[in-house]
Nanobody, 120 residues
Framework: VQLQASGGGLEQAGGSLGLSCAAS????????MAWYRQAPGEERELVAT???????NLADSVKGRFTISRDNAKNTVYLQMKSLKPEDTAVYYC???????????????WGQGTQVTVSS
């Protein structure tokens, strides 16, 4: 199983960007999916999570600006970002807790990271 992230890029402050991350390979189910970000010199921080039932949690710094969603049929998680700020600049990583076999506990999987740069 692999997570492949796409989207991101360079945007001006106040603009919008979207990220997507798809899980590929043979799997049984995906429980939690999430987006993290890591700015230069900073620790990786949790941005948003979404459970299989669609319930979400967002970091205070992005509430009202970012939206996380998922398509269970496509094994894909999305992050829609609006009203971007320069402090949103970071490498964004997707995460998924995936059960790859019925007889095994779920494992953590990470995407490769995608750069988001917001200019002032």
């Amino acid at each position: 199983v692999q997570l492949q992230a796409s989207g991101g890029g360079l945007e001006q402050a106040g603009g919008s960007l979207g990220l997507s991350c798809a899980a590929s390979g043979i799997l049984v189910s995906i429980d939690y999916m999430a987006w993290y970000r890591q700015a230069p010199g900073e620790e990786r921080e949790l941005v948003a999570t979404i459970a299989r039932d669609g319930s979400t949690n967002l970091a205070d710094s992005v509430k009202g600006r970012f939206t996380i969603s998922r398509d269970n049929a496509k094994n894909t998680v999305y992050l829609q970002m609006k009203s971007l700020k320069p402090e949103d600049t970071a490498v964004y990583y997707c995460y998924a807790n995936i059960r790859v076999r019925w007889d095994r506990s779920p494992s953590d999987f990470w995407g490769q990271g995608t750069q988001v740069t917001v200019s002032s």
